[in-house]
Nanobody, 122 residues
């Protein structure tokens, strides 16, 4: 299975920005779709953003217009640019490779990494 390593988290004030990175260990990175998820304390892990192998993107409503997912196939990396951060964005952020199942739902296909902590606080 694909191994993923997230980085770039930290403490930021409300309204600030962060850029998260995710490195994937797979020789088939170019053909894979990837997604970012997050998990806040006491909450389930939730979908944030998705990027296809063709670089088409989809976002959760809570982050649309503030976050941008992108990929660099040469570096086997996916990024999450987060702007206008809010305290409710505080969570551990994870990336994973994903596939669409027969019902059109995203299913993760890699091993979850350690994630990277994002804390938005003044």
């Amino acid at each position: 299975q694909v191994q993923l390593v997230e980085s770039g988290g930290g403490l930021v004030q409300p309204g600030g920005s962060l850029r998260l990175s995710c490195a994937a260990s797979t020789s088939t990175f170019t053909s894979r779709a990837l997604a970012w998820y997050r998990q806040a304390p006491g909450n389930q892990r939730e979908f944030i953003a998705y990027i296809t192998s063709a670089a088409s993107t989809t976002y959760a409503g809570s982050v649309k217009g503030r976050f941008t997912i992108s990929r660099d196939n040469a570096k086997k990396a996916v990024y999450l640019q987060m702007n206008s951060l809010k305290p409710e964005d505080t969570a551990v952020y994870y990336c994973n490779t994903v596939v669409l199942n027969s019902r059109g739902s995203l299913v993760t296909s890699g091993n979850w990494g350690q994630g990277t902590q994002v804390t938005v606080s003044s």
